[in-house]
């Protein structure tokens, strides 16, 4: 879990995500792909490649891809709700 | 009157089937994973909801004119428990099996987030029994069924599932499979 | 204020001195033994202050994370302030999946009543509702013949472990309780607010809930007195390897490595480097073994004590095909839940595996360091993490190997 935040949080759940990127089509300012598929987040901070902080511009994209990926292995997270 | 609902039962029916078939092929392509040119992944995977939801639209007006209809005489009961009816009941039962296989899966697309992913999944499967079943369906009870031009339509469609179903069963179906050396 | 110490009791008899403390009641303790050792724990005197003593000791996790234990009790919701708070879980974690690991083993073995005191002290600390232990089938007669020896544990269910590398992993444990499968779980909050079942679920590793006895009885400033103020207190250390046989040792804070392996009799010339942390942990060349094994000792070379796991490389084995070893089994224990772990760590393995071989590419190296960077954070637990900073650590410690394999020569006597 990451450290306590003002944005909105992309989670993503690596025990459903099967890398049909989807999401990475939707938030390409913000996810690449690795080889196999998955989401690679665009950010140097290794700690926040599970939970995706969301600038406020791209929050509409980010709701489609929750609600668009097709293992339903994204949710958003409301600001500094991480513990 | 009832001519007219006679006659648009048969065409709504048609259209819900012709939507059903491109919402098989294009829900087989989007569990590849894979784009087309100019349609990223997240596009077919709406157009698919999408004609299927519309199928569903003119499933409504197919079953719903069939009951004004008074040749059909089809009753609600007849949405729900096949082989009940009056018109045909064998081949008629199989459209009320396969409307009711398509709620389920419906219902369980529109509610995926909430019933889960597994559940969602295992309804959904039941996509591949549902679109024969309406298929026969529909060359059985239907007053063109067996007319040249359905036949052929009923011919190119089965085909292209079938070849669809073939590739969704082959090792190179998912567009990230070569660079996996596990099978998930 | 429920004091801890009597005045008679500050300093008695029965008060471990010196480095000795886990195991003063001797091999195999039954709890009248226990009792005779260190007196008897008043259970009924204990509660949220303890964690007020936790803190004064700066007793920190002995499972590997290595948090400091009160802020972890710290975490836990405290019962003002909530209409009906939900009861509290606490988790003793005895699953040692570390296969070069054998401490807990030791500890439940020897010294089962000081663990089942430290597990019965933090559930008052916390209000807990529930116990448990989880440990594997080789401790599990040892753990329930010993609560059969007391009175006061009889609520505390026993949970049998896999033995399986990530079976000790936090949400994996509570995975096991909750539904028998040893699997790390997805998580979007921290175990003490959400856990068991939603419960506020506090999981520490055995040891450090032995050491949690211990500090119940004779406070924070006792447990202060050996070590350093930075690494203060002792801690169960595993010597594997190039060692005439396996050992655990109990060692004071910050003590330097070079001592821990002359008290286990590795010969000073026959080590090339030592693996401190486990597989998922730094190597430490023999140039630097001088280094304290504690956080701050460690932190230069990117390491940290972990749960005290010290392997010793020979000098005429290959560290390379060492690491290349461990990482294809690391990548064998994974949960095969992630994407990132799944596929990158085999592929880790294979690469690691060619470098070992002599494989004359040098593009594999750096192919190898892109895996490890790709896969870090990008799973439900730290699986990957910690394969990457193994694999990272085996190129710079074995660099000189590996400049030789490229070369198609080969600096140790045991070849492959």
Known sequence: MATPTNRYQLHIDWTKCDGRGLCTELLPGLLDRDKWGFPVAKTDDVNRRSDVQVPGSLLDAATDAVELCPLIALRLLPPASAS | ?184 | MTQLLDEGMAVTARTPQGTNRLFVAGERAHYNAHVAAYGALDLSRIGPELIAELDRSGLTGRGGAGFAVARKFGAMPTRRGRMWPASAVVIANGAEGEPRSLKDEALLRNAPHLVIDGLLAAGAAVNAARLYIYTTAASLETVKRAIGERRDAHRIHVVEAPDTFISGEASAVVNAITTGTALPTDRTQRLTTSGLKQRPTLVHNVETLAHVGLIARFGGDWFRGVGSSRDPGTRLVTVSGAVPRDRVLEVAGDTRIIDILAASGAADSHISAVLVGGYHGTWITRDHLGANLSNAGLAAYGGSPGAGILYVLDVNKCGLRFSAEVVRYLANESAQQCGPCMFGLPEMATLLERIASGDRDPAVARELRNLSETVVGRGSCHHPNGTSRFAISTLAAFAADAQAHLQGRCLRVERH
């Open chain 2, 1 to 184: 009157m009832t001519d007219a609902m006679w006659a648009f039962g048969r065409v709504s029916g048609i259209v819900a089937l012709v939507l059903l078939t491109i919402s098989v092929l294009l829900g087989i392509l989007t569990r590849s994973g894979r784009p087309l040119p100019g349609l990223p992944r997240f596009s077919i995977s709406l157009i698919h909801r999408n004609i299927a939801l519309l199928a569903s639209v003119f499933l409504v007006f197919h079953v719903g004119s069939l009951m004004l209809d008074s040749y059909a005489k089809l009753k609600v009961v007849d949405i729900l428990i096949p082989f009940l009816g009056a018109y045909k009941p064998f081949w008629q039962g199989l459209g009320t099996v396969a409307v009711d296989l398509l709620i389920a899966i419906i219902i369980t697309s529109l509610f995926r987030k909430r019933l889960g992913a597994r559940l969602f999944k295992a309804i959904h499967w039941l996509t591949y029994a549902m679109w024969p079943i309406a298929l026969v369906h529909s060359i059985g009870n239907g007053t063109n069924g067996l007319s040249g031009w359905f036949i052929a339509f009923s011919v190119v469609s089965a085909g292209a599932v079938l070849a669809a179903v073939i590739w969704r069963a082959s090792s190179r179906f998912i567009e990230t499979a070569h660079t996996r050396g596990v099978v998930r």
